[in-house]
Each structure stands twice: as structure tokens, then as C-alpha cells.
């Protein structure tokens, strides 16, 4: 095992994990931005089950024992790419647009306090790696 490979895999999490916020980002204010627009349907990105899945070690799970062998499954931290999908106004009634602002404002919210910890959390990181690179001085 490489020394540094604990805090390796733990900053490529992070740095995937602002990857994917920032896209939800976009497409939050791609939806807020088309509010007002007839028939727009909102829009959401979602990765966290992926990343999840990723994640997850499963006992008995196939694995490769070799840096060229082909994996089994897509679902590493870098193939994590998310999805975005349509939500369509079933409401029937107004002009069929499917956006509240109210909730896309809550969500940009949400999203903007959980990409902000994972730029915390990858500071902590930096400075721990120059702590160590200047001997701890």
C-alpha cells in the first residue's frame, strides 16, 4: 500500500463529490432562470445513489486483483457521472411549467452548504499535507 493512498482516495472523493455539486448547481439555476417560462420542465440531478454505490463495499463482492484487468462494475468514484432527468407538470392546470421557486431556492441551499463542506473538508486536507511536508513546523 502507498503511504499517501488513504488520503488519495479520500481527496479524489472530495474533489468528485465539488464536481458534482457544481453541476447540480447549474442545473438549479438553469430551473430558476426558466421559472417563468411556459411548459419548462424542471430539471434534477442526481448522483448521490451512484456515489453510494460507489462506495460501498459488498462482502463477496467480484473484485480485480490486477491494474489491467477489466473491472465489473462502472461504479468507481471517477465513473460517477450522475443523471439528469425531466419532471413534468401533472398538475393540468397553469401554463405547464413544473418549476417552484421556493423549493429550487431550498435545494440551491442545500446544495451550496454541502459543496461548501466538501471545499472545508479538502482545505483540512491541504493543510495537513503541508503540515507534514514542513515537518511540522
Known sequence: MKPLEPFDSNMLLLQKVMDLRSTKQSVIASNIANATTPGYARKVFEFEAELQQALATNPGKLETTHSKHI????????AVSGNVH????????GDGNSVSVDMEMIDLSKNQLLYETAAQLLKKKFTLFKYLISEGK
Open 86 to 93: 425531466e419532471v413534468k407538470d401533472n398538475k393540468g392546470i
Open 71 to 78: 473491472p465489473f462494475t462502472p461504479s468507481t468514484i471517477r
